[in-house]
């Protein structure tokens, strides 16, 4: 029978945890000193170890023979707790419905020491999902836990646990693992199941396991089963665990380049025949014109575009054929159509209109159309062919206003302490949100409102951008995150680049650099 990666190889002991140095350093300390804490809170993304350290730890606690703070693994108590036999261990899941009398239970179990080894070790798995009753009556155990009992409470989200718990328990934070310390997990593993694998396969389901080891298993279990008794190349990899079938997608891009509006619009039929969602398509279809960005922009691809090498050497084939000006003006036709979609009935219609305006750059009367078909027409002039009497386009560029940049004097306010301080946690602060590396990305640098004190803003390119930051549930969450650290309530402001004045803009950039200027001059 064929075991899942990840419950294979769950580590066994402290050494074999990967990227939690931190954590793992600390209680193995506890150990070694005899200082064992009677409540841990340990937190952080999921499939991090948090578990398997908790198990670890009980082991370690109660073991015969226990060595530099590792249990041996070979007594009787480990071999117990290992196959889940030992009374030392008592694992709950605070997600199934009864977890009021589970810690009910327990609080009345606590009294009884156990009949063998020194602690009784009470594991509770996701506990932000505790019921305030369960939660009361968990509290009243930590009150006053017994010498021989100590509480493991295991969450992803240490926000959603009450103050009062938080208080009584030690808390560990399990980091997101670094894409090529799970690699090198990974390398080990496959060579212990004699699969051979391309150094480049490995590091590509490193990067889409975002942190988790375990999204990393499951993501090579994934790749293996498909490609079984054959090397996992980058390819292989890709099509296994579904990279987007650009297929489609660089032929429509075709037919925009060749301005073919009948190709163009077969190309959004057949997606929509085969059954396609028209948000997904058109969003897919965005990512495919930012890669093709990229290519443009950037020499080296690797790690921000996975694709496999036919469509790598087609993205860059069409990414010569087209500027970046055209590129700029189509993401953001389709940055707004995608939002559109959202709420239309009409979603056919919309796209073909929007298909038809990526190729009509001539009915666009803005600067970005309008640039578009300047370095059309210098593309056109350098081969040789005439251009076509260019309706006087030079003569409609707005004329920038160059006079000598009389700088209006602005008085910019006082950096907060506040903003000062989460300026310097902030690393530290969106590592422990729960959230994608784009929106990481994008979150890098908190900005004071030039306007509110209290207020702190984020600055995004474009309609994506503002889009995926607008999301209420991770507004909130950052919210809640900067709050706990400073302790004060703080507004949060997303700021689109394209839909903002200069002048606001302006400010803004103005204000962030005086915030970086007084934190070094602190420094
Ligand atoms: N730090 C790590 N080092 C090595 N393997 C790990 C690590 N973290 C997770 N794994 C792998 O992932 C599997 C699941 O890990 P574990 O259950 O400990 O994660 P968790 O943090 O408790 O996740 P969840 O939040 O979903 O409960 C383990 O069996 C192991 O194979
Ligand atoms: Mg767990
Ligand atoms: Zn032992």
């Known amino acids: ?239 296994a665990l579904g990279g987007v079938d650009t297929e489609l997608f660089s032929r429509l891009y075709a037919a925009i380049l060749e301005e073919n509006i009948k190709d163009a619009l077969e190309v959004v039929n057949e997606a929509m025949m085969s059954g396609r969602d028209l948000s997904l398509f058109v969003s897919d279809f965005c990512w495919y014109l930012r890669n093709l960005l990229l290519a443009k922009n950037v020499g080296d691809l690797t790690g921000l575009v996975d694709l496999s090498s036919q469509d790598m050497e087609i993205l860059q084939d069409q990414a010569k054929q087209s500027s970046a000006n055209a590129l700029m003006r189509y993401i953001e036709i389709c940055s707004e159509l995608s939002s559109s979609l959202r709420f239309s009935a009409q979603k056919r219609i919309l796209t073909e209109v929007a298909m038809i305006r990526l190729m009509k750059s001539e009915s666009d009367t803005d600067l970005t159309a309008l640039l578009e078909r300047m370095d059309k027409m210098e593309a056109k002039l350098e081969k040789g062919i005439p251009v076509r009497q260019a309706e006087t386009v030079v003569n409609v560029v707005p004329v920038q206003e160059n006079k000598p940049s009389e700088k209006k004097k602005i008085v910019l306010p006082a950096v907060s302490e506040d903003i000062k301080e989460l300026k310097r946690v902030w690393p530290e602060l969106v590592e422990s949100l729960d959230i994608g590396k784009m929106v990481r990305a994008v979150i890098k640098e908190p900005i004071q409102s030039p306007k509110k004190e209290d207020t702190i803003c984020f600055i995004v390119e474009n309609n994506i951008g503002y889009d995926t930051l607008s999301d209420e549930k991770l507004l909130d969450e950052m919210k809640t995150a900067c709050e706990e650290r400073i302790g004060k309530k703080i507004q949060i402001e997303i700021v689109n680049k394209l839909s903002a004045g200069k002048e606001e803009i302006d400010l803004l950039e103005a204000m962030k650099e005086k915030i970086n200027m007084e934190i070094t001059e602190e420094e």
């Not at 899942?4 to 990227?19: N, T």
């Not at 009753?133 to 155990?141: C, D, I, R, S, W």
């Open 1 to 239: 029978m064929y075991t899942a990666l990840y419950r294979k190889f769950r580590p066994k002991f402290f050494s074999e945890v990967k990227g939690q140095e931190t954590v793992i350093t600390t209680l193995k300390n506890q150990i070694k000193s005899d200082r064992i804490g009677h409540a841990y809170l340990f937190c952080g993304t999921r499939g991090t170890g948090k578990t398997s350290v908790a198990k670890i730890f009980a082991k370690a606690v109660n073991c015969e023979n226990p060595k530099d703070g590792e249990p041996c693994g070979e007594c009787r108590i480990c071999k117990a707790i290992a196959d889940g036999s030992s009374m030392n261990v008592v694992e709950m899941d605070a997600a199934s419905n009864n977890g009021v009398d589970a810690i009910r239970q327990i609080r009345d179990d606590v009294g009884y020491t156990p009949p063998e080894g020194r602690f009784t070790v009470y594991i509770v798995d996701e506990a932000h999902m505790l019921t305030d009753q369960a939660f009361n009556a968990l509290l009243k155990t930590l009150e006053e836990p017994p010498s021989h009992v100590i509480f493991i409470l295991a969450t992803t989200e240490a926000r959603k646990i009450l103050d009062t718990i938080l208080s009584r328990c030690q808390r560990y934070d399990f980091r997101r693992i670094e894409p090529d310390v799970i690699a090198g997990h990974l390398m080990e593993l496959l060579k212990i199941e004699g699969v051979s694998a391309e150094d480049k396969a490995v590091d590509y389901i490193a990067r889409m396991a975002d942190g988790s080891m375990r999204d990393a298993l499951s993501l090579l279990d994934q790749a293996i089963a498909f490609y079984l008794g054959q090397e996992l190349t980058y390819d292989r990899v890709l099509s």
